[in-house]
């Protein structure tokens, strides 16, 4: 079966910065989108960042010019780096997979990040 498993979260002061990895297995990992997705307290879960096959990356409005996205396919693993932090970024981040041509999808089961004022 497919595993993803987040790491990286933890507390930090806003402004402050974190990275993020979500590390794949039993996958054809090249042929995957991958995404962030957050769900912040009493919120719906939300997208963050995409990054197709191809290394073709989508934000959020509310993370553009502060988080970047990135893929290292010989590691299998999709990362989320996370600068000027705001309190309203405070959520548990998902990591998810899509398979290329396919419906299939999988997600990790999260790792917390928490923003302090």
């Known amino acids: 079966q497919v595993q993803l498993v987040e790491s990286g979260g933890g507390l930090v002061q806003s402004g402050g910065s974190l990275r993020l990895s979500c590390v794949a297995s039993?996958?054809?990992?090249?042929?995957?989108?991958m995404g962030w997705y957050r769900q912040g307290p009493g919120k719906q879960r939300e997208l963050v960042a995409t990054?197709?096959?191809?290394?073709?990356?989508n934000y959020a409005d509310s993370v553009k010019g502060r988080f970047t996205i990135s893929r290292d396919n010989s590691k299998n693993t999709v990362y989320l780096q996370m600068n000027s932090l705001k309190p309203e970024d405070t959520a548990v981040y998902y990591c998810n997979t899509k398979i290329d041509y396919t419906s299939k999808e999988y997600w990790g089961q999260g790792t917390q990040v928490t923003v302090s004022s």
């Open positions: 039993r996958i054809i990992f090249r042929a995957t989108s």
């Open positions: 990054i197709t096959s191809g290394g073709s990356t």
